[in-house]
């Protein structure tokens, strides 16, 4: 079943998602690490992307879209979960337009629940391999080696959004455009909530629990 994966900044939508397609044997699409991945390529959509990214601010929607209907292009049939797209309600209106023209079915929309005091603590102690993407926190999960990936020994860095003026503004952007999300999709009937509000772990069993054969 395809499922999309939405909420805040720093509700674990990375992390738990990326952990869902693999149990599900889904394709993992994260609309943030097509961004990163083309930063770090320095093509012209990672060097139009960073300017609104570094900024806390969401890159345009036709920007993000094209890039969205790009790699839908490379899906091969396979069901996927989506980590971070759509974000507002005309990439929503999209999504739904890309899916009808492929004869798909979004089958679920979970939004994962935090409380906003939980936010900021998690994303300013959040720490992200620069080689592999593997997520740490300063405190819930350091790596063994100090700033050394455990898993593949690539460097671990602060993610350059994850300061707290550069989170603000994202969780205005998230207040004004994504959480309008939440009704789109309980009118649709395809929401499901999910407290991300525990570790990683509690939020993971919580996940399972409420995904739909
Ligand atoms: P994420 O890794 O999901 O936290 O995304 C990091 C940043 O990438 C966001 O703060 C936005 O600037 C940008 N971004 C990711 N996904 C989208 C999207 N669907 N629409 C607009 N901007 C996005």
Redesign the pocket.
């Known amino acids: 079943m395809n499922i999309v994966l939405f909420g805040p ?1 720093g509700a674990g ?2 992390t738990q998602s990326a952990l869902l397609a693999e149990r599900l044997g889904h394709k993992h699409i ?4 097509l ?2 991945e083309n930063i770090k390529d320095q093509t012209p959509l990672g060097l139009e ?1 960073k300017e ?2 570094d900024k ?4 345009p ?1 036709e920007i ?1 879209i094209k890039m969205i209907q790009e790699t839908f292009k490379e899906l091969g049939g396979r069901p996927f979960v989506l ?6 309600l005309p ?1 929503a209106k999209a999504l739904q337009e890309l899916l009808d023209r492929m004869g798909l079915k979004l089958g679920q929309a979970i939004f994962l629940e935090v409380p906003k005091a939980r936010i900021m603590e998690r994303l300013t102690g959040r720490r992200v391999c620069s080689e592999c993407g593997a997520n740490y926190h300063v405190q819930a999960k350091p790596t063994q080696k100090p700033g050394i990936c455990d898993i593949c020994g690539g460097k671990v860095e602060q993610r350059e ?1 994850d300061t707290e003026a550069v989170i603000a503004q ?1 969780l205005q ?1 998230y207040d004004e455009s994504t959480a309008p999300l939440k009704e789109h999709y309980q009118n649709e009937g395809l929401l499901t909530v999910v407290d991300g509000g525990g570790d990683a772990e509690a939020i993971y069993r919580a996940l399972e629990a409420h995904v739909k054969d």
């Open positions: 900044p939508k990375g994260s609309s943030g690490d961004f990163r992307a609104y990214m806390g601010q969401l890159v929607d993000t980590d971070g797209f759509p974000r507002t990439q959004d994202r952007a």
